[in-house]
Every structure is written in structure tokens, then in C-alpha cells.
């Protein structure tokens, strides 16, 4: 049916099968049947890649100007390269309210602490909109971790197009925002509900057998009520029966389940193939308890970290859409369809389906943990890896005329960024600190308790052969507007129930669908440089 409109490198990643070359007989074994869904663009497949824990001036503080020192991958940027909202543009570069200046992190620095992402240490690091209170606030640094030599103030450091280069290379040839913004406050669980429903309410706090947490309110976890209220912090999902690693005493080893709908439903309401593919999401065996064990797991220089991170998947927090024993799909043709995985697989299932010619409609893409970019056990070259072989993969399918690759980031780590956008959901809860203690706005203005936000500024690329070309959009959009183009591209309706996707900004100013030029860009998974590219 025609449409309406008329990133220790490589070798890790043999894991999952990851191919750059796809199989010569392709064309022959393409059995594609997302097209025959009725869209409102000409795109049929939405490939959302959602990473971890970056703000927009961490990785384009300085966009597109970079150092380039002798030695590390260069970046020069197109003369026609339009101007962003960065430390540049503002002069806060050199002249900033923070107690520690903004400064550059090296090629070789790519490893660094992890960051306070807490959603009230957030807020206190925005201190009113004056934005000059994150070193205090949401700043980490040593011992046990690289700082770069300014302990809390390390939380001011930003990487160039020396080491995110793929990321400033996709920015020249395809569209980027610098107007994108964490849906609210928090930490990564926070940000992947507002992916998939717009809404962090309502949670509900469940027992967990394994160390013995009763339902309660444990602080940063829930923000209104007793048992349940919003969903301010990082949990574990409550439909999920693979917990090898529970942290214990911690936010991390309660459990939570959602109610109302998410994006799954409405897609499942239209049978449109979907699926969520995520790093280390295979059953490896059973723990000593004999619940099911998620046992993979990848070593890199700053350690070694589980491939499966529970409170990452989203989808297992609501029982429509939970496979809580992780079976596998019942065939590989049945990718993306409703069987007993219930469209939640390991990640090399996506690459089985591409490889095979049946890629989803939608889906939304998680790397391993050592590939998702969050600092602390992860890295920006390490990410770079995941995110060009995966683009590069799809490139050289026969369903990339008609693909959309959003890349995306859960929260912002609290890195710094200068950018604060206007409030668009008050809160009044003990968590808050955006205005003043318990004060996120103004009481009477309504609002929900714990939804704070919009949150921090994170960066947002669409790749895409309709994507405008070194194009920056400035309108604003948050987390759920990847979730309104997706409702509004198979006409599913909204989720309601006081979902942010009524309000959010929508991604249309990053398309030209009267442009099918089919562009490709394909770049080199270790420097992020250019291989090749036609149009």
C-alpha cells in the first residue's frame, strides 16, 4: 500500500552478528511486510537507537568547530554549517556562571566518572534557570574514576568532533536538534517510560523476594504516595523475572510496574510489527535460586559490565507488554509479531530480522551496557562503535528508502548544559528543587507531582534519506515527541490518560518528503570518519 503522502571494538560486537555487508542474495529473501501499513509519510520503518546519559553540550558543546589535534580522528565542517544554541553562540565557553569553566575532554580521556543524574539534584544544579550550580549539585569526580584533574567539576567537561565524530559527521549529512529536551527530570528509567507512554504515572511499588524490600516509598524512587505516585528514579522492572544482579539495599532492587497504555498497545491494536531488541536480553541458564539468569557480560578497560540492564527496558514494567521469562521468538520469521516473546527480544534479533529482509515497522534499538555510552562503564568510542555499525547495517538494506533512524539519549548523566526551556509540568513533591526546596514552579499551576520538566537538554538525530541535509532544527521537542511521530506516522492515536505526547513538539521539521534522494553516509565504526557516501 502506497503511502499518504505522496562503537575493545568490533570484535565485541561479533556477539550479536552485527554485519556491515549485507547478504548478496538479499533482494531474494526480502519478505518484508511493513509496508503494507497505511503511514502518513513515506516512511515505513522508524529505528529508534536509544543510548545513555548524555547532555548536548557534552558532545556538541562546540559544534561544529573541533581541535583537532595531530594524531586523533579530524572533523571539518561543511562551510554551510548552521549555527547552534552551544557554549559558542553564548560565550559561555569562556565567561561561565559555574564554578569550574566549561573545558575539553581529549580523544584519549573517553573515559570518564559517571555523573549525579538524581532528579532532585538536577533540579538544584538548574538553580532557578541561573543553570551555574552543577559542579555543587550533580558534579563526581575521584578517587576510582577518571576526573580529568577537577574532581566535581569534571561534570563540565564536553567531547568534540575529535571523539564524537560519528555524531558530528551524521550531523552534517542528515538533521540534529539542538532544541531536545529530557521529557522530565531523572535518571534512565524515567526517560525510557516517556519514550514508549509520555507518562512516568502512575508506578506501583511491588515486593521484591530476593532481598526482601517490602512496598514502601523508598526515597528517589517514587514521588507521591505510599505505594505508588510518579516515578522520579531508577527501579527495576516489575514484569521481569531476569534480575541477576540486584543491587542491594538500593533504589535499583525495587520493583515497579506501570498501568495505562504504551506505545506497544497501540501499535498491537493495529497488528504493526514492533519490537524492543536489547544487548544480553538471552537467557543464559538459571542462578542459584533457579530464577532464569541473563548472564553475558563484556569486559573493557575501566571493567567489566553485565550486557543486561533491567531498569533500561521499559516494555517489562507494563504486563501487556512484558515477556518476563525472556523467551525467545517461537520463529524468526515471527520478528516483530505477536508471539510468546511478545515483541521483546535480545538485540541480535534485530540483526536476524534485518539480515532476513523482515525488519519492523518499529523499533527501538538498546545496546549491550558497555555499548550504550553511559560513563563509568562505558565511553563515547565504545558508543560510536555501536551506533555506526548499526546505521551502517541499515544503509545497505533494501528498507533503508523508506527508514528513519532516531538516535536519542534516556537522560543527561548531569553532565553540564546551558539550556533550560520553559516548564511545562509543575511539581510540588520533597524531590523537587528546581524554585526553591519541594517547588518545582508554582503550586497552584497545576501539574503533576514528580513530572517535573522539561528536563536537561540532550542531543536528537534523525537519519534518514527524507532527513533535511546539515540541517539543525530549534523547535522543541522532548523524549515523547519520538513517540508522537510514531503515533501520528500510523495514525494510532494518543495514549492518553495524561501522556506528554499531547503536548510534545513534533519531528516533522527534520524531514523533506518531497526529497528521496536515498542519501547514505557510511563511516568508519573506530574513527566515525567517512567511508562513503552517494546521494
Given at each position: 500500500m502506497i503511502h499518504?503522502y505522496?562503537?575493545c571494538?568490533?570484535s565485541?560486537?561479533?556477539?550479536?552478528a552485527?554485519?556491515v555487508?549485507?547478504?548478496?542474495?538479499?533482494l531474494?529473501?526480502?519478505?518484508?511486510d511493513?509496508?503494507?501499513?497505511e503511514?502518513?509519510?513515506?516512511?515505513?520503518?522508524?529505528?529508534?537507537?536509544?543510548q545513555?546519559?548524555?547532555?548536548?553540550?557534552?558532545?556538541f558543546?562546540?559544534?561544529?568547530?573541533?581541535?583537532?589535534?595531530?594524531?586523533e580522528?579530524?572533523?571539518h565542517a561543511k562551510?554551510?554549517t548552521?549555527?547552534?544554541?552551544n557554549?559558542?553562540?553564548?560565550?559561555?565557553?569562556?565567561?561561565?556562571?559555574n564554578?569550574?569553566q566549561?573545558?575539553?575532554?581529549?580523544?584519549?580521556?573517553?573515559?570518564?566518572?559517571?555523573?549525579d543524574?538524581?532528579?532532585?539534584?538536577?533540579?538544584k544544579?538548574?538553580?532557578?534557570?541561573l543553570?551555574?550550580k552543577?559542579?555543587e549539585?550533580v558534579?563526581?569526580?575521584g578517587?576510582g574514576?577518571?576526573?580529568?584533574?577537577?574532581?566535581?567539576?569534571?561534570v563540565?567537561?564536553?567531547?568534540?568532533?575529535?571523539?564524537?565524530?560519528?555524531l558530528?559527521?551524521?550531523?552534517?549529512?542528515?538533521?540534529?536538534?539542538?532544541?531536545s529536551f529530557?521529557?522530565?527530570?531523572?535518571p534512565?528509567?524515567?526517560g525510557a517510560?516517556n519514550?514508549?507512554?509520555?507518562n512516568?504515572?502512575?508506578?506501583?511499588?511491588l515486593?521484591?523476594a530476593a532481598?526482601g524490600?517490602?512496598p514502601?516509598?523508598?526515597?528517589?524512587n517514587?514521588?507521591a504516595?505510599?505505594?505508588?505516585g510518579?516515578?522520579?528514579?531508577?527501579?527495576?522492572p516489575?514484569?521481569?523475572n531476569?534480575?541477576?544482579?540486584p543491587i542491594?539495599?538500593?533504589a535499583?532492587?525495587?520493583r515497579v510496574?506501570?498501568?495505562g497504555l504504551?506505545v506497544?498497545?497501540?501499535?498491537?491494536?493495529?497488528?504493526?510489527?514492533?519490537?524492543?531488541f536489547?544487548?544480553g536480553?538471552?537467557v543464559t541458564?538459571?542462578n542459584p535460586?533457579?530464577s532464569i539468569a541473563?548472564?553475558n557480560?563484556?569486559t573493557l578497560p575501566q571493567?567489566?559490565?553485565s550486557?543486561?540492564i533491567?531498569h533500561?527496558?521499559?516494555?517489562?514494567f507494563?504486563?501487556?507488554?512484558a515477556n518476563?521469562?525472556?523467551l525467545?521468538?517461537?520463529?524468526?520469521?515471527?520478528i516483530g509479531?505477536t508471539?510468546q516473546?511478545n515483541h521483546?527480544y535480545?538485540?541480535?534479533?534485530?540483526?536476524?530480522?534485518l539480515?532476513?529482509g523482515?525488519?519492523p515497522?518499529v523499533s527501538?534499538?538498546?545496546?549491550?551496557?558497555?555499548?550504550?555510552?553511559?560513563a563509568g562503564?562505558?565511553?563515547?568510542?565504545n558508543?560510536?562503535?555501536?551506533?555506526?555499525q548499526t546505521?551502517n547495517?541499515l544503509?545497505?538494506?533494501p528498507?533503508?528508502?523508506e527508514t528513519?533512524?532516531?538516535?536519542?539519549?534516556?537522560?543527561s548523566?548531569?553532565?553540564?548544559d546551558?539550556?533550560?526551556d520553559?516548564?511545562?509540568?509543575?511539581?510540588d513533591?520533597?524531590?523537587?528543587n528546581?524554585t526553591?526546596?519541594?517547588?518545582?514552579?508554582?503550586t497552584a499551576?497545576?501539574?503533576t507531582?514528580?513530572?517535573?520538566g522539561?528536563?536537561p537538554?540532550?542531543?536528537?538525530?534523525?537519519i534518514?534519506?527524507?532527513?533535511?541535509?546539515?540541517?539543525v532544527?530549534?523547535?522543541?521537542?522532548?523524549?515523547?515527541s519520538i513517540?508522537?511521530f510514531?503515533?501520528?506516522n500510523?495514525?494510532l492515536?494518543?495514549?492518553?490518560?495524561?501522556?506528554?505526547?499531547?503536548?510534545a513538539?513534533?519531528?516533522?521539521g527534520?524531514?523533506?518528503?518531497?526529497d528521496a534522494?536515498?542519501?547514505?553516509l557510511?563511516?568508519?565504526?573506530?574513527t566515525?570518519q567517512p567511508?562513503s557516501?552517494a546521494?
Amino acid at each position: 500500500m502506497i503511502h499518504k503522502y505522496s562503537r575493545c571494538l568490533a570484535s565485541a560486537l561479533t556477539a550479536f552478528a552485527l554485519t556491515v555487508a549485507m547478504p548478496g542474495n538479499i533482494l531474494a529473501q526480502h519478505k518484508n511486510d511493513a509496508g503494507k501499513f497505511e503511514t502518513t509519510t513515506p516512511i515505513k520503518h522508524v529505528v529508534v537507537i536509544f543510548q545513555e546519559n548524555v547532555s548536548f553540550d557534552h558532545y556538541f558543546a562546540t559544534y561544529p568547530h573541533a581541535t583537532n589535534p595531530a594524531g586523533e580522528p579530524a572533523f571539518h565542517a561543511k562551510d554551510d554549517t548552521p549555527r547552534t544554541n552551544n557554549l559558542l553562540a553564548g560565550g559561555l565557553l569562556t565567561e561561565n556562571p559555574n564554578s569550574t569553566q566549561p573545558f575539553r575532554l581529549d580523544h584519549s580521556e573517553a573515559v570518564t566518572c559517571d555523573q549525579d543524574h538524581n532528579y532532585a539534584d538536577e533540579q538544584k544544579a538548574f538553580d532557578h534557570g541561573l543553570m551555574d550550580k552543577f559542579p555543587e549539585s550533580v558534579g563526581v569526580g575521584g578517587p576510582g574514576c577518571f576526573d580529568a584533574g577537577k574532581g566535581k567539576g569534571l561534570v563540565m567537561g564536553y567531547f568534540d568532533g575529535n571523539t564524537v565524530t560519528a555524531l558530528w559527521n551524521y550531523a552534517q549529512h542528515f538533521a540534529m536538534s539542538d532544541n531536545s529536551f529530557s521529557t522530565n527530570f531523572g535518571p534512565s528509567t524515567v526517560g525510557a517510560i516517556n519514550l514508549i507512554s509520555g507518562n512516568t504515572c502512575c508506578a506501583t511499588l511491588l515486593p521484591f523476594a530476593a532481598d526482601g524490600v517490602t512496598p514502601g516509598n523508598p526515597k528517589g524512587n517514587i514521588a507521591a504516595g505510599v505505594n505508588s505516585g510518579a516515578l522520579v528514579g531508577d527501579v527495576r522492572p516489575g514484569f521481569d523475572n531476569c534480575l541477576t544482579t540486584p543491587i542491594l539495599g538500593t533504589a535499583k532492587s525495587t520493583r515497579v510496574t506501570f498501568s495505562g497504555l504504551n506505545v506497544g498497545d497501540l501499535l498491537n491494536t493495529k497488528n504493526i510489527t514492533w519490537g524492543w531488541f536489547q544487548g544480553g536480553f538471552v537467557v543464559t541458564g538459571k542462578n542459584p535460586d533457579g530464577s532464569i539468569a541473563c548472564g553475558n557480560s563484556t569486559t573493557l578497560p575501566q571493567g567489566t559490565k553485565s550486557d543486561y540492564i533491567p531498569h533500561h527496558q521499559p516494555f517489562q514494567f507494563y504486563q501487556s507488554t512484558a515477556n518476563p521469562n525472556h523467551l525467545p521468538a517461537s520463529d524468526p520469521a515471527l520478528i516483530g509479531k505477536t508471539d510468546q516473546a511478545n515483541h521483546q527480544y535480545d538485540l541480535s534479533d534485530f540483526f536476524t530480522a534485518l539480515n532476513e529482509g523482515r525488519l519492523p515497522a518499529v523499533s527501538f534499538i538498546k545496546a549491550k551496557g558497555a555499548f550504550d555510552g553511559h560513563a563509568g562503564y562505558s565511553d563515547p568510542l565504545n558508543e560510536q562503535t555501536f551506533i555506526v555499525q548499526t546505521l551502517n547495517a541499515l544503509q545497505q538494506s533494501p528498507d533503508w528508502k523508506e527508514t528513519a533512524v532516531i538516535i536519542a539519549y534516556d537522560d543527561s548523566d548531569g553532565w553540564y548544559d546551558h539550556a533550560m526551556d520553559v516548564v511545562v509540568s509543575q511539581s510540588d513533591v520533597s524531590d523537587d528543587n528546581l524554585t526553591g526546596p519541594g517547588a518545582c514552579g508554582v503550586t497552584a499551576a497545576g501539574g503533576t507531582p514528580g513530572r517535573c520538566g522539561y528536563g536537561p537538554r540532550q542531543p536528537l538525530l534523525v537519519i534518514s534519506p527524507y532527513a533535511k541535509h546539515n540541517y539543525v532544527d530549534h523547535r522543541v521537542t522532548d523524549q515523547s515527541s519520538i513517540l508522537r511521530f510514531i503515533e501520528d506516522n500510523w495514525e494510532l492515536g494518543r495514549i492518553g490518560n495524561g501522556s506528554f505526547d499531547e503536548k510534545a513538539g513534533t519531528l516533522n521539521g527534520f524531514f523533506d518528503f518531497d526529497d528521496a534522494r536515498g542519501h547514505k553516509l557510511i563511516l568508519d565504526p573506530a574513527t566515525g570518519q567517512p567511508l562513503s557516501q552517494a546521494d
